[in-house]
């Protein structure tokens, strides 16, 4: 398990973001004037007087509220911090990514954000950001084990330990259903390879394996459904429709619940079966409220707009030359999360948000 720093990084993150803010309201540190670029916008580096432009490389928008929400989190904190920020959209290439980054470079961003497609991938994307010293936070996925050490600072939830949480509480929920007798369990992830999904995998796997008397469960092959519920439609329905004494699916993100359970009806065993995911979607603790004996029972939050707002927190403390290790020791931030069964999901449910 890695180790967390979310304690320590926090209280620098909202120092800094006070004092931006403070700086974004017309005054600076010292109460005197800040920076103007004639156009009413706050400067955002006090060292060279100029707006910190951001470029934010996202590695696919069309599809996902998620990934609209992280984003919208981003361009609103920056806005509220006076910078400005560039959005580019890989659609799921990262042939694409790589030359969106280089682009970001080309029109001169102080500092890029990027939400890899591909951990390994886009190597050629962080060796030009480390080639044009310009500071790189990563943000949602991660970059590999090699090319991590370049980045300022990775924002995300600690995948491991929030999937944990869920695999636990299923087997939880499994013990009072299923009692002594044995379980069938489907995951459905993102892409094969990929680290995140890995994570995820892994921590609800070892989550429901850490609850004593929990039943003993059998895992058919892990499904993908690309974080995106057209794509996992198909893989569900089959996988389901060939054992139809399926009982626990762990969807690893809400954005593709919708297809999962319109595989799982297809097949004719929606009903039957336990389901517990991973996002926080309100709209998915609405319908553990409303239905309380439904087939999702629990579900895990990653919290994608304060991903996106500390991101460019992060990335503004790296253009303005702030420390790792002030902001983001070790490198890595986590977001706190919750995790919403039928019996607290009022607790966490706000109507206007949709993460």
């Known amino acids: 398990m890695r180790t967390t720093t979310r304690g320590i990084a926090l209280g620098s ?31 955002g580096d006090a060292g060279s007087g100029d707006t910190i432009t951001i ?33 580019t959209d890989a659609g799921g290439d990262t042939v694409k990514q790589n030359s969106d980054v280089q682009t970001l470079l080309t029109q001169g961003v102080d500092v890029v954000i990027m939400n890899p497609h591909d951990p390994t ?69 993102g892409y094969s390879g990929e680290t995140v999904t890995t994570w995820r995998h892994d921590g609800v796997v070892a989550g429901y394996e850490s609850v004593a008397d929990a039943p003993e469960i059998e895992y058919l092959p892990i499904r993908y459904g690309e974080w995106l519920p057209d794509r996992a439609l198909d893989p569900v329905r089959d996988i389901a429709t ?19 359970k319109q595989g799982l009806s297809d097949a004719g065993i929606l009903d039957q079966v336990l389901i517990g995911t991973y996002d926080g979607q309100m709209a998915v603790l609405k319908e553990m409220m409303d239905n309380p004996d439904g087939p999702v029972q629990a579900n895990a939050s990653n919290e994608p707009y304060r991903q996106g707002e500390t991101a460019v927190e992060m990335a503004v403390a790296a253009a303005r030359g702030e420390s790792q290790e002030d902001v983001c020791p070790g490198g890595e931030f986590w977001i706190d999360t919750f995790l919403a069964t039928p019996d607290n999901a009022e607790q966490y449910y706000d109507p206007n948000r949709q993460f």
């Open 13 to 43: 993150v909202l120092a800094l973001s006070l004092a931006l803010s403070a700086c974004a309201e017309g005054g600076d540190a010292d109460g005197g004037a800040a920076p103007d670029d004639g156009n009413g916008a706050t400067a």
């Open 242 to 260: 060939a054992n139809p004494d399926l009982d626990i699916v762990f969807s690893l993100s809400d954005v593709m619940l919708p297809g999962i």
């Open 55 to 87: 470029g934010f490389s996202q590695r696919r928008l069309a599809g996902s509220d998620w990934w609209a929400t992280l984003l919208q989190g981003a361009e609103d904190k920056a806005e509220e911090l006076g910078a400005e920020i560039i959005v």
């Open 121 to 189: 991938g886009v190597a050629p994307a962080v060796t030009a950001v480390a080639q044009d010293d310009v500071p790189l936070v990563v943000v949602n996925s991660n970059l590999s084990e090699e090319l991590a050490p370049q980045q300022f600072c990775y924002v995300a939830e600690d995948q491991e330990a929030v999937a944990f949480g869920l695999g636990e509480q299923i087997a939880e929920f499994a013990k009072e259903r299923f009692g002594d007798e044995a379980v069938k369990a489907v995951v459905v992830g």
